[in-house]
């Protein structure tokens, strides 16, 4: 029952859009999601992020919010995996079926998708990407500059500020762009932060716009 409602969507948005007009950019949202289960059935699981007994299912929707359709839809996968566990067999089915339709693909996906061997496949088929990196200290020092609280009376509004630099961790095989973010909110003590590696050319700010569209998509 879990996995015809996991696998039951038609999968057929491409075909009437390309009966209209040509596609030329694809945007992929990759993550995962949450399907509770009841009893004993095979491959389930306890996760302790979603605080349930489930199976840990792997998706990839478009910009349009529609789940894309690959050999088998979606990944069926074990309560207690990774988020990321067997993100290649799901996505390179959907890479190539693109492949000669459109001009550009793109991808987005957040922190737990932050693996160099992620970026490199995406790098070798020449698709942009942002995906959001873990807030960890050594990046934090990076823009030690924008994390000291502003002298004077706070305003009421948010202050927003973005920079740039190049990082390379250490089981990185070359350096690449990191993008963060940081806003001061008002009655806030401390600076909520946000960090993405990316491999597109545009301002900050529009690197962190494109990837805050997942959500809504992903929604």
Request: proline share 6%; glycine share 8%.
């Amino acid at each position: 029952a879990n996995l015809a409602a996991l696998t039951g969507f038609s999968g057929q948005w491409i075909d009437c859009v390309h009966g209209r007009r040509s596609l030329r950019s694809i945007v992929l949202d990759m993550d995962s999601s949450v399907s509770p289960t009841h009893g004993e059935q095979e491959g389930t699981a306890y996760n302790g992020h979603f605080a349930c007994t489930c199976y840990h299912p792997l998706f990839v929707f478009n910009q349009f919010g529609d789940l894309e359709r690959c050999a088998q839809r979606c990944a069926l996968r074990p309560g207690n995996v990774h988020s990321a566990d067997g993100w290649k067999d799901v996505l390179e089915p959907v890479v190539e079926r693109y492949r000669g339709k459109v001009s550009y693909l793109r991808f987005r996906a957040d922190a737990a998708f932050a693996n160099p061997d992620v970026y490199e496949y995406l790098e070798a088929q020449g698709i942009k990407y942002a995906i959001r990196l873990p807030a960890i200290r050594i990046l934090q020092d990076r823009i030690g500059y924008l994390l000291k609280r502003p002298v004077g009376r706070p305003p009421h509004h948010v202050r927003r500020h973005y920079a740039n630099f190049r990082y390379r961790a250490a089981s990185w095989g070359t350096s690449r762009r990191v993008v963060a973010k940081v806003e001061w909110h008002p009655g806030e003590l401390y600076p909520r932060v946000g960090f993405i590696v990316t491999n597109m050319s545009r301002p900050a700010e529009r690197v962190v716009a494109f990837h805050n569209k997942r959500g809504p998509c992903d929604q």
